[in-house]
């Protein structure tokens, strides 16, 4: 069973790698396998959250949303492993751009918004903050890895490291990184004859950073990833551990990773 759980790992020094001495700059949308829009809710529970309320909750949401021109096509409940002070947990909402979230949210806020906000609150209340600005944070969303197999059970882990460019380390030398990065998984499931529902993308901040109260630094771009089970995301990075090469030269600055469960809310309709 362990050895069908290949290859879920990443650390700061992969991403040093590139045998590019160009110092011309190159967009991570157009070297990207896929291209999205992510918005991160954060979300405090209220008095009224239980697993069979949120569950009922949830339910009628995709109900209300299945009956909208312009819904979500995708959202995640994180939930943080490490206690803070800015949330109980994230609700995420996968678009496919951000012209998509745009007319999603305007026909929202023109429809059911208030309603359910009304009739909600007491379980669960996403998006508000202490000091009365919003507390949703998007992305542009750039995929350089897709799931080569299936999650076959809904959930997983999902880690971000929050990383800043440095002299010498830039768009080109990170883009170098994850091909080389993705060569090596391709050849650890290419001899593991399986292969991997974990995938990553680089979320690039539409607002400025730092967030406030988060301890958290400014950074140019958020380093995403997606295990099915907390046991293939130990057992890659022991691999990483066991067998990833030396690396030297200029890299980035990046935080430690910070881990979240997470559980679907919707998943695409098809």
Not at 70 to 82: D, H, K, Q, W, Y
Not at 107 to 126: F, L, N, R
Not at 146 to 169: H, I, L, R, Y
Request: with cysteine; net charge negative; charged share 20%.
């Amino acid at each position: 069973m362990l050895k069908n759980k290949i290859l879920g790992f990443l650390l700061v020094p992969f991403l040093a790698y590139s045998c590019s001495e160009t110092i011309e700059e190159v967009n991570l949308s157009d070297s990207a396998i896929n291209t999205g829009y992510v918005e991160y809710l954060f979300c405090d529970f209220g008095p009224d959250m239980s697993q069979e309320s949120f569950s009922e909750m949830l339910l009628e949401w995709n109900e209300i949303l299945d009956g909208l021109e312009t819904a979500v096509p995708m959202s995640v409940g994180l939930v943080p492993r490490t206690e803070n002070d800015l949330y109980d947990g994230m609700w995420t909402l996968v678009w496919e751009s951000q012209e998509q979230a745009k007319e999603g949210w305007e026909e929202w806020i023109a429809g059911p918004a208030a309603s359910w906000t009304a009739k909600t609150t007491s379980i669960i209340s996403c998006g508000a903050s202490d000091n009365g600005e919003e507390a949703n944070y998007g992305f542009d969303v750039n995929v350089y890895r897709s799931a080569s197999e299936p999650d076959t059970e809904p959930g997983g882990v999902v880690g971000f490291m929050f990383c800043s460019f440095t002299d010498g380390f830039g768009k080109t030398e990170l883009v170098a990184g994850l091909d080389t990065f993705n060569g090596w998984i391709d050849a650890g499931q290419e001899m593991a004859g399986t292969g991997s529902p974990y995938f990553y993308t680089i979320h690039v901040p539409d607002f400025e950073t730092p967030i406030q109260g988060s301890s958290i630094g400014s950074y140019d771009y958020a380093f995403h990833q997606f295990w099915d089970s907390e046991e293939s995301r130990e057992m890659g990075a022991q691999l990483f551990e066991d067998t990833a090469p030396e690396i030297d030269g200029p890299q980035p600055d990046c935080s430690e990773m910070l881990l979240f469960d997470s559980v679907p809310f919707r998943t695409p309709q098809i």
